[in-house]
């Protein structure tokens, strides 16, 4: 099948890979341009254009499809099908309806809860017990496209890098199941109830709440790891906690209850496992405790 292939976080590589490892014809692959990253603030290309070079299939990367000339573009690759991973642009009815057979969405979610942008975060923070993903066929609404197929994951305590790599390579899978049965698929309409908007996220929501409940100060934890990071001020500056447990214990809210970065919280406590300060790598809370003792009494936040 020829297919136009659009994602732009290593979320989507997977799907890429599995498509060219099953024998489809990708046109070329879409992604957003490269954008300043890291210390140097250099122009990074994105992981699916990594991939894609890596793979030798043509880039394109428009900063929208408002362009005629881009829009013909597209249409002129004459695909059967696009397929599309997170890829960062809400694509206009033309691009909608320029493959023979549409565009075909790898949501990760179970829809239609978790619409939007980060379906992923918001399942940890709201406490699921499962997630998933949903392969849609795409209409001008979002996320609100007929289902062609869906698989579940139970939550079960990951994070959320470890949920994308999880959820990443089921979405592979379904699509390019999807692909083989397109002919015999019927598409099913999203149920009207249960529907839920996964906003993105904003760096303000990693600010540790400790007035929370030690469940939702830990599922906060889980959701930003590993971006971007969850963290409360200790000591005149900003430590990110990677990793905690939920334990026992009773206290002002913020304050460490014994000299082991035990922290008080709304109910019970979270025990930071794995911490990093600025400037230096992640370690066990132990390792930081050696060199950056931490005594009961002290206040984070």
């Not at 923070?125 to 496209?145: C, Y």
């Not at 698989?151 to 079960?156: F, R, Y």
């Not at 830990?218 to 200790?234: Q, Y």
């Not at 000591?235 to 939920?246: P, T």
């Amino acid at each position: 099948m020829r297919i136009v292939f659009m994602g732009t976080p290593a979320f989507a590589v997977p799907a890429l890979e599995a498509l060219v490892a099953a024998g489809h014809e990708v046109a070329a692959v879409y992604t957003q341009p490269p954008r300043p990253a890291q210390r140097g603030k250099q122009p990074q290309p994105s992981p699916v254009q990594v991939a894609a070079e890596r793979l030798g299939l043509p880039v394109r990367c428009p900063v929208n499809f408002r362009d005629d000339a881009d829009r013909h573009a597209f249409a002129a690759l004459h695909a059967d099908v696009a397929v599309v991973a997170a890829y960062g642009l809400i694509l206009p009815q033309a691009i909608l309806d320029a493959p023979r057979r549409g565009c075909l969405n790898i949501h990760a979610s179970l829809l239609p809860r978790w619409r939007g942008a980060a379906p992923i975060q918001r399942a940890i923070l709201a406490g699921d017990a499962a997630t998933g993903v949903t392969i849609m066929q795409m209409e001008r609404g979002l996320d609100t496209g007929p289902m062609l197929l869906a698989a579940e994951t139970l939550v079960d305590g990951k994070t959320a890098g470890e949920f994308t790599d999880e959820l990443a390579a089921m979405g592979a899978a379904l699509i390019v199941g999807a692909l083989a049965r397109l002919d015999t698929l019927v598409p099913e309409a999203q149920p009207a109830e249960g529907v839920t908007y996964a906003h993105k996220i904003d760096k303000a929501e990693a600010a540790l709440d400790f007035t929370r409940s030690a469940e939702e100060v830990e599922r906060t934890v889980r959701a930003f790891n590993p971006a971007p990071g969850a963290f409360a001020p200790l000591g005149g500056e900003r430590l990110r906690i990677l990793a905690c447990a939920v334990v026992e214990g009773t206290g002002e809210p913020g304050v460490t209850i014994d000299d082991r970065l035990t922290i008080a919280c709304g109910v019970d406590a979270i025990r930071p496992t794995l911490v990093q300060r600025p400037g230096k790598r992640a370690m066990d809370v132990a390792g930081m405790l050696r060199g950056f003792p931490v005594p009961a009494g002290t206040r984070l936040g």
